[in-house]
């Protein structure tokens, strides 16, 4: 195994600039605004969003720079302001914000440039929503013609001398994927590039530490534009510090954007001062994504090192793999890959965890009776440990296809969740993501039974709740995720997870953790019911 030597001795110089975003209403509150002054450098308001307040407010409750943005409709704003009353709005922005945002090339007319002097604009193009994604951005040659062209248009941007530059791609287009090199090599500290939507998350995170001089997040909750909050980009990726880097990590799935990972894991590499960053990865397509994201990593000199995998994507996991673990090729589905001796490697941790928590709690499966209710990647990894901890396993899955290509892959029996009845097993596991109703009654087990769940959210789910109730052992996926990120971080970077990490503390950090996290696949049960620096008064 490859072990991620440490390169985080020396004290950290380099920052970022971090810019909280009003995006709505409730981010105009004094409580939010005193909030937010002692953790953002500056402020920017999406006069596009929440009309134009009282700048002198803004400055009574945040004494950084503002900065005044009127976004139109074909940079992916909101205004409906005609051109008329947008210079009109944007003039009188001048007087009162230290920056202004001319947008690219529609605002770069002598009127407003006249009235409005370098050292206060910023000049912004954001890329149209196209109306098909383009293929050839998971392409290595993609990549570098998209970067040669936005190199072309920020030299087009440059003509207009500006505080600060920010372009702004879709991440689903060439030019999206290749946002990132943009930064590399440039040797500009007045330029910031990332992509938009959710996909593009990870390059706004990585931006301040390819040159970036400004670090966006959302006043209030993460946006759908895939911007992140202010908690989650000091919480979860430790700005605005920034130490020294020279590997990416990551956790690829079809949302990952909620998941506790990021947090986790980056927590981690902080603690142990290694010179890593772990990245939420967007992915709809694993073979396409691996492709690009091992050519992006060469072209940066950031090197993939290693990923945790989620649904739909496990099995992609296995088949990119040149090694799988003995439980992972069983199962046909890896959530674990990392680089070792310049091979990938594939295992899944679900196998260990179970069996490890389950004996934790003093249960022991051998000989006993176990269900297992969901037969996803994650349920099969479960049903494997208790197999060959010398259970015996059922099967149980609201899809019958599904439950019988599992029972077939196992040799354990299958019976649908429409006839499944919890009475008589010693163990039951949940491995689906139904969290607001019981998968099955508890008041039908067995008073000595075990329940684990792999789910873990706060409140506990209607199930661990019903379980902890009834007095029955109640193991919910709190555990699960403590064991999972420990056995994941140990094979992704060679290090021990440090024990010293307040683990739940860090996931309760921020409101966005009650909601529902997991670690199952989608589709296995029920539907659910329900440089910012000022200079001469002037900022960035």
């Known amino acids: 195994m490859e072990r991620l030597t440490s390169g985080c001795d020396a004290a950290v110089t380099r920052r970022a600039h971090i810019v909280a975003v009003i995006a709505q209403p409730e981010d105009l509150t004094t409580p939010r605004l005193r909030g937010l002054a002692g953790v953002a450098d500056a402020l920017e ?106 190199r072309e248009r920020f030299a087009a941007m440059a003509s207009t001398p500006a505080l600060l530059y920010l372009l702004v791609p879709q991440s689903g287009t060439q030019y999206g994927s290749a946002s990132p090199l943009l930064l590399t090599g440039l040797g500009r500290s007045d330029v910031t590039a990332f992509a938009s939507g959710p996909a593009g998350t990870w390059t706004r995170v990585l931006a301040p530490w390819l040159g970036a001089p400004l670090a966006f997040g959302r006043a209030g909750a993460p946006g759908a534009d895939g911007m992140p909050s202010v908690g989650q980009l000091l919480t979860d990726y430790g700005l605005p510090a920034l130490p020294p880097l020279s590997a990416l990590f990551g956790i690829a799935g079809h949302a990952p954007g909620r998941s506790l990972s990021p947090r986790l894991h980056n927590a981690a590499l902080r603690e142990l001062r290694l010179p890593a960053l772990y990245l939420p990865f967007q992915v709809d397509t694993f073979p396409r994504f691996w492709h690009w994201a091992n050519g992006f990593g060469a072209l940066a000199r950031l090197p993939l090192r290693g990923l945790t995998v989620t649904a739909p994507h496990k099995r992609s996991a296995v088949e990119v793999a040149d090694i799988v673990g003995p439980q992972a090729l069983r199962c046909g ?51 494997l440990a208790l197999l060959q901890a010398g259970a015996r396993v059922t ?31 010693a163990v039951l596991v949940h ?58 971080f140990q094979l ?49």
Do not use: K
């Open 45 to 150: 308001v999406r006069a596009d969003l929440v009309g134009d307040p009282d700048p002198h407010r803004l400055r009574r409750h945040f004494t950084g720079p503002l900065t005044y943005s009127l976004r139109s409709p074909r940079h992916g704003g909101r205004s409906a302001a005609g051109p008329v009353e947008r210079r009109t709005r944007l003039l009188r922005a001048a007087d009162h914000y230290d920056v202004v945002d001319l947008e690219a090339v529609d605002d770069l007319v002598p009127e407003l440039l006249a009235g409005i002097p370098a050292r206060q604009r910023r000049v912004s193009w954001h890329q149209p929503e196209p109306a098909r994604p383009e293929q050839s951005a998971d392409r290595g040659a993609g990549v570098l013609e998209g970067s040669a062209e936005l």
């Open 431 to 488: 491995a689906t993501p139904l969290a607001e109703r019981q998968p099955f009654p508890v008041a039908a087990i067995d008073p000595d039974a075990a329940v684990l769940e792999m789910v873990y959210r706060d409140p506990p789910t209607a199930l661990m709740s019903a379980t902890r109730a009834r007095g029955l052992i109640g193991i919910d996926g709190w555990d699960v995720l403590r064991v999972e990120v420990s056995e994941q």
């Open 333 to 383: 589905a890896a959530n674990v890959l990392w680089l070792d001796a310049g091979r990938w490697r594939a295992a899944t941790t679900d196998t260990a965890a179970v069996l490890r928590i389950l004996a934790r709690a003093g249960v022991d499966p051998s000989g006993r009776r176990a269900a297992v209710i969901g037969c996803g990647s994650t349920g099969q990894a479960v049903a």
């Open 492 to 540: 992704l970077t060679g290090h021990p997870f440090p024990g010293a990490l307040p683990l739940r503390s860090l996931c309760f950090s921020q409101v966005e953790c009650a909601d529902v996290h997991d670690l199952t696949e989608p589709g296995e049960s029920p539907p659910v019911q329900s440089p910012m620096q000022p200079t001469s008064g002037a900022a960035p």
């Open 395 to 425: 099967l149980v899955n609201r899809g019958h296809a599904r439950g019988r290509e599992a029972s077939s892959r196992l040799g354990a029996p299958y019976v649908p969740l429409s006839r499944f009845s919890p009475a008589g097993h």
